[in-house]
């Protein structure tokens, strides 16, 4: 529905009506200016009025009054008050004081229409309606009426005890125009619903109708698996003329009353309600020429004119002045003239000022042109264009107006919204009225959706991008809409461009697919919502540490989002200067400074929200010294910690320390070295480089320690020495050896170092085996396994143009094979895996080569025998009803002898079309033939024939089908071209013959085109000798068939070329 042009401001924020009084009272008009202070002058009948005695005016801020005392019937004129440049009219009516007033136990009839607001009857105005045994309507909307100013609400009910959720309900004018998209000032929707009765109630209100609201309206209403329309009209009257008496008043239907007396006074209906009386037109006219002095229209005549046709004004008005028209004309019989005035069809009255005038209505797309185009009927004639009735200016490019010949054309550039509104064209007194709707483009997704995975309670956040701004898109999830009112689980946002559905807290049943649509577009995502699981991938070790060294107790949890306590002895862990906790992603840490013998205990790591305890033990080691006699041989204290013998097992990335404790007098020399590693370094205790003595025993491909600083390093004091790597790497992996030597003696000691990682990244999968929405996906173990047994795999997916990779199991996955399902079909993919061990998880491996889920087609239809010969077979079918996104690539033709197993192609490679010509058969075989239909996923199923087909030509009798024409003589002029065409059946192909007039014809006089269906005669230029008797012959073996042509040739009329008269004088 078009918004109309805006009005000017008014001065007025309350403006004065017209009132009806009795004559010889007071009446009294009150006006309301914006602002105090302004001046305002009061008129009559044009004139302003002045203060006196009758006229008192009174002005407070902003409230203004004008008081006429003493009405008299002198008073009954047209009003006006006017401040700045708003002016205001208005009327008082004045009756006659001696009017009869209706009696206190009779119920008047009401005004049969209102001019200021109408409202379709419903159910709480009338006996409820029976309910709808088909539709899902309650109650209907009704045809309305209106008059122009007025408004008028529609009402539709929808039964709901039935419903799970509340009905879908959409308002139309015509066949598609929404009215959702134009509530504002002149229209807007309401909706409720009654929890007692269980119905939904829907009201479209109409505000201040003007003429092109009148029409045909629609109200679809629509739940998950129902739906239902009604249709209804709307009519707009024109609002009566001001300042005519509303003569209507006074000659409502009369109504019973008490013992079914009939009341006579034609005044008694002004007020109350209608009873269903009929009119009484024998007192209406005895009393007319009275109430016509009464209200002061002395120009009415008492008898019907005789030279006026009434028929001809009654088809001209409208139903609003038909009593008016009764009355002042003498008609009694109203009701039969109108039924009779029914079935007159009403005849347009003929324009003379245009000839061809503008369509009903037009429909542009936004941003584009239009042209509205008339014809008038005076080639110098001004036309004026309008536009919801302000007549439209020249300004820019916008409107262009252009007059060629008898046409006049308004051309509108880059139509918007604001366009879509009522024209017109006017010409003189005439108008012509059309419509003009503008159409939105479609909207288009330009960045889609992205599957997602999450864990139960988790937040989802599902993101797009369309092309416009503030777009209004529908969310389905699995086919079924989403709305808000859904317990207010799913919230909708627009932010721009993007469009955005979240759910707060996820839940199991939330997995699903995902959709949103576009007048334009749809993009599909998954939803996988996992219930929470924590792996440990690292768990915390025993620790034996001295006095005012470092403790460090470190885990790694598959969830970087879980936090945890940690317990010593039970209780929980604060942290201070010494003791320090760390979270860092999926790592969590407990640093103990210048460790005690106190902080000797059992600590303890515990995620919130899971049964788990991760525990392990703080040994607090002490250095004892003891008295040792002179001359000592040196002796290593070596302690592996409950390892495995002389083996230490360290996880990649984290620190080493080694403290050996060592004894011996005097003080030993301590070397570290290597085993085969090519170096020949020693530290010494005296931090000085031992020369090549102290190495002789040593194997020379043995790297010997010796570094004070830096990531390898050793540490010497007195009572041991202490051996470090920080961040131990794969190549710190081997076999150390520490020696300790004195004057006195040596000792050796080997320690196993092995340092486990998490896995290498396996290489790419790969894919196989790929259907419609799955796909089968192979790897290999990776090639280092971190030192430790791979666990199992985890799978990951995205969607080859997104940047989104979708974890496709929580489980580990043993086998080196998985099947990957709920895929979309036609979208392409990309698969990576990692390899878990008891350290963590890898690297991804690369990703797979990009594939796309597709079907094979479904087997060709239809698929039948048309035509044998001794050496052919004709074969047809049609396309596979389902065909998929992998297309079609073409078909196989194959076929098989009776009794045979073996098919043979019977065409070189695939074909593309649906029919094929197999060639080189032997006659007398009989053959089974298959289709089948080829894609990028293979083939389909076969199509069959289901008996064998002989290869022999079928015999048919040879048969001509005349032409119609051709049964009668064909006549042809010297000159023309003749073209018969002759049809005829037979198999094998039979031999045709021609004959004129019992000969053979000449070749080179006709020319004779035969196929396998029709012959054909062919005469370039037709000469007189060629008419006669043509015979055809058709002939198959024994068997013939003769059809006979006559054909004349008539030669041209001959006209004179050149008349010459001469004349001769004697």
Known sequence: MPEPVKKAVSAFTKKPKTSEVTAGSTAVFEAETEKAGIKVKWQRAGTEITESEKYVIKAEGNKHSLTINNVGKEDDVTYAVIAGSSKVKFELKVKEADAPAPAASESPAPPVESSQNTEVASAETQAEPPLDPIGLFVTRPQDGEVTVGGNITFTAKVAGESLLKKPSVKWFKGKWMDLGSKVGKHLQLHDNYDRNKKVYTFEMEIIEANMTFAGGYRCEVSTKDKFDSSNFNLTVNEAPVTGDLDIRAAFRRTSLAGGGRRMTSAFLSTEGHEEGGEFNFSALLKKRDSFLRSVNRAEAKSEPQSDVDVWEILRKAPPSEYEKIAFQYGITDLRGMLKRLKRIKKEEKKSTAFLKKLDPAYQVDKGQKIKLTVEVANPDADVKWRKNGQEIQVSGSKYIFEAVGNKRILTINHCSLADDAAYECVVGEEKSFTELFVKEPPILITHPLEDQMVMVGERVEFECEVSEEGATVKWEKDGIELTREETFKYRFKKDGKKQYLIINESTKEDSGHYTVKTNGGVSVAELIVQEKKLEVYQSIADLT?????????????????????????????????????????????????????????????????????????????????????????????????????????????????????????????????????????????????????????????????????????????????????????????????????????????????????????????????????????????????????????????????????????????????????????????????????????????????????????????????????????????????????????????????DGSTEWIPALPGLTERTSALIKDLVTGDKLHFRIKAINLAGESGAAVIKEPVTVQEILQRPKIWLPRHLRQTLVKKVGETINIVIPFQGKPRPKIIWMKDGQNLDSKDVGIRNSNTDTILFIRKAELHHSGAYEVTLQIENMTDKVAITMQIIGKNLTPSKLSISYKTK
């Open 545 to 897: 540490v001295k006095a005012r060294d470092q403790a460090v107790f470190k885990c790694e949890v598959s969830d970087e989002n879980v936090k945890g306590i940690w317990l010593k002895n039970g209780e929980e862990v604060v942290p201070d200067e010494r003791i320090k906790i760390s979270h860092i992603g999926r790592i969590h840490k407990l640093t103990i400074e210048d460790v005690t013998p106190g902080d000797e205990a059992d600590y303890s790591f515990i995620p919130q929200g899971f049964a788990y305890n991760l525990s392990a033990k703080l040994q607090f080691l002490e250095v004892k010294i003891d008295f040792v006699p002179r001359e000592e041989p040196p002796k290593i204290h070596l302690d592996c910690l409950g390892q495995s013998p002389d083996t230490i097992v360290v996880v990649a990335g984290n620190k080493l320390r080694l403290d050996v404790p060592i004894s011996g007098d005097p003080t030993p020399t301590v070397i570290w070295q290597k085993v085969n590693k090519k170096s020949d370094l020693v530290r010494s205790n005296d931090n000085s480089m031992t020369p090549s003595e102290n190495s002789s025993d040593l194997n020379t491909d043995n790297k010997l320690l010796f570094e004070s600083e830096g990531r390898v390093r050793v540490e010497m004091h007195e009572d041991h020495c202490v051996f470090i790597i920080e961040g131990a790497e794969k190549e710190d992996e081997g076999v150390y050896r520490v020696i300790v030597k004195n004057p006195v003696g040596e000792d050796t000691a080997d320690i196993t170092v092995k340092v486990i990682d998490v896995p290498d990244p396996p290489e790419a999968p790969k894919i196989s085996n790929i259907g419609e929405d799955y796909c089968t996906v192979q790897w290999q173990p990776p090639k280092y396994d971190g030192g430790q047994p791979v666990l199992g795999y985890i799978l990951e997916r995205k969607k080859k143009k997104s940047y989104r990779w979708m974890r496709l199991n929580f489980d580990l996955l043993k086998e080196l094979t998985y099947e990957a399902k709920r895929m979309i079909e036609g979208v392409v993919y990309e698969m990576r895996i990692y390899a878990v061990n008891s350290i963590g998880m890898s690297r991804p491996s690369p990703a797979s080569q990009p594939f796309m889920p597709i079907a094979p087609p479904s087997e060709p239809t239809h698929f039948t025998v048309e035509d044998v010969s001794d050496s052919t077979v004709a074969l047809k079918w049609r396309p596979p009803e389902r065909i998929g996104a992998g297309g079609l690539d073409g078909y196989i033709v194959e076929y098989c002898k």
